[in-house]
């Protein structure tokens, strides 16, 4: 399939401007430029009913998180929706992805919680995954103190995110309702996944080469990234994970990895559903202000968490 229109827009408006590539900067100035695209492609604010920062204790410290409540909810018990931003580990934050968690709160009608976990390559692997890990762990243990339903705790993440999203579904086994994982990264091992070959070249926003910065940023060896708290396809055993529904785009390196860790949900009996957009890109989601594929990609995320916790 072709690129879609906005993409294939999108994507001609960056080449015109010929900015570097995310690995071709200093660390603090991609985070500087990825907070500015997101922001410029990502639609007007969205207003909420609330939104607060606090931090909660964490073994190696306290952590960061930004609270969404969509309205007030008196005595009722809202479902509770963890959010991992993405950005290899290296970029991103709280504010990158603030939009979309206003977005999907009210939308979804859910408590959102935004973790603000520790970066690479300030704080090595396993940092940033540790306090995911935690910080979902303090959530059902305190969700009734946030509005929440411990019983109705669902994660997503995009991309790195994404990749959190999925250990922390695995990690925490049955104490997790639904897993929404949006272009995740699932395998640091050396498998042949075509879609990184025929779309990592850096011509659709996302390369191969920006994925060996960060991994190298993340670790001192890449070794280090072919555990299950890293390559969630190394698990061997499946079985009893969360319901999940993974959203992958047509023109994303990305793309055959997140497809493969869905199929080995589904043949491990997990009620797994997978969705590709075909014609866009990487980042898709993050971008609904200037991609149609951004709206439709939210607006799914919102379905399949309305009934995934209903």
């Not at 993405?86 to 504010?95: A, K, Y």
């Not at 704080?123 to 929440?148: M, Q, R, S, Y």
């Not at 042949?192 to 994925?211: A, N």
């Amino acid at each position: 399939m072709a690129l879609d229109q906005t993409t294939d827009a999108l994507l001609q408006n960056i080449a015109a401007q010929g900015g570097p590539a995310l690995h071709e900067m200093p660390v603090d100035t991609c985070r500087d430029v990825f907070l500015q695209l997101v922001q410029s492609l990502g639609g007007e604010v969205i207003p909420i009913h609330d939104s607060s920062d606090r931090t909660i204790p964490g073994p190696d410290g306290d952590i960061p998180v930004r609270v969404y409540t969509p309205r007030d909810v008196g005595g009722e018990k809202l479902p509770v929706l963890v959010v991992y931003h993405g950005g290899g580990w290296v970029i991103g934050d709280l504010e990158t992805h603030d939009n979309q968690c206003r977005y999907l709160s009210n939308e979804a009608d859910m408590i959102v919680v935004a973790v603000d976990y520790r970066l690479a390559p300030e704080h090595k692997f396993p940092a940033g995954v540790n306090d995911c890990i935690n910080a979902t762990e303090w959530v059902i243990a305190n969700a009734e103190t946030l509005g929440g339903d411990p019983s109705k705790v669902a994660v997503t993440g995009d991309s790195a995110g994404g990749n959190m999203a999925a250990v922390v579904a695995q990690q925490l086994k049955g104490k997790i309702r639904f897993q929404l994982l949006v272009y995740p990264a699932t395998d640091f091992s050396e498998t042949v996944y075509p879609s990184r070959e025929e779309f990592g070249g850096g011509e659709y926003f996302l390369s191969m080469e920006d994925m060996a910065w960060f991994g190298g940023l993340l670790v001192n060896e890449p070794s280090e990234l072919l555990g299950e708290t890293a390559s969630v396809m190394a698990r061997k055993d499946l079985s009893g994970l969360a319901p999940a529904l993974t959203i992958t785009a047509g023109y994303d390196p990305l793309r055959d990895e997140g497809k493969a860790y869905a199929d080995r949900l589904r043949e491990a009996g997990v009620s797994s559903e997978y969705k590709c957009f075909d014609g866009t890109i990487h980042g898709f989601t993050l971008f609904p202000g200037a991609l149609e594929a951004g709206k439709e990609g939210l607006s799914l995320m919102v379905r399949s968490l309305k009934a995934a916790v209903a």
